[in-house]
């Protein structure tokens, strides 16, 4: 298995442009977490879907954040419009949810807002 | 799910073990401990997790005290490449609609 996959690997954008990253968890892995990671806050748990259900979203910072799960092959995070605060490292991870817990996380996409 | 507690940062000659401490004091019976960790620029990776026995991978060994309370990370001979951010998490076993939350972690510094 590929292991879960994000793109772009990286991206840099001006401030109010609008910026989706892209997920394909594991395939028959059930759930999908987003997690923003800076230095001042770490790793901070944005929105998780269930079986293609956003499950809780109360990570999200703000209404300019947005997640959407089509199927269960993949995700979206857009961000419209960013700002420089919203540079951050996003990950993206997957649970099997009915063998284990354990969490597959992606590369991450580091995004920088100028 | 319970709070952990953890040191901020932590130091370990190559070559020794490394022992990674985490209290978890409020721990449920239903509660399973997992340990990640996280090499500079990636996602976290899992390493190994417990309820009340101890465990041992191919990566680590998580020896948990028996009022479960607290826990110990080991990687037995560490090497530079173990440097890392090392999370300690406590959960439900099928938590399902259950969040997964990380705190602050350990950093470990292996030193040549």
């Known amino acids: 298995d590929a292991g879960v996959i994000q793109s772009p690997r990286h991206e840099v954008t001006e401030m109010g442009q609008e910026v989706t990253l892209r997920c394909k968890p594991i395939?028959?892995?059930?759930?999908l977490f987003w997690y923003r990671q800076t230095m001042m806050r770490g790793l901070e748990l944005l929105i998780y879907?269930?079986?293609?259900?956003?499950?809780?979203d109360s990570g999200m910072p703000e209404d300019r954040f947005s997640a959407k799960m089509p199927n269960a092959s993949f995700s979206t995070l857009k961000i419209q419009p960013s700002e420089p605060r919203d540079s951050a490292v996003y990950f993206c991870?997957?649970?099997?949810?009915?063998?284990?817990?354990?969490?597959?996380f992606g590369s991450g996409t580091q995004l920088s807002v100028l | 799910d319970a709070k952990t507690t953890q040191p901020p940062s932590m130091d370990c000659a190559e070559g020794r073990a490394a022992n990674l401490p985490c209290n978890h004091s409020t721990i449920s019976g239903n509660e399973y401990v997992y340990w990640y960790r996280q090499i500079h620029s990636q996602g976290p990776q899992y390493i190994i997790h417990?309820?009340?026995?101890?465990e041992t991978n191919e990566m680590a060994s998580l020896i948990i005290t028996e009022d479960r309370k607290s826990s110990t990370l080991i990687l037995p001979h560490a090497t530079l490449r173990d440097t890392a951010v090392y999370y300690c998490?406590?959960?439900?076993w099928g938590g399902g609609y259950q969040k997964v939350t990380f705190g602050i972690g350990t950093k470990l510094q292996v030193i040549p």
């Open positions: 417990g309820l009340k026995n101890n």
């Open positions: 879907f269930n079986n293609n259900v956003p499950i809780d």
């Open positions: 395939s028959g892995h059930n759930s």
């Open positions: 998490i406590v959960r439900v």
């Open positions: 991870a997957s649970r099997s949810g009915t063998v284990d817990e354990k969490l597959f």
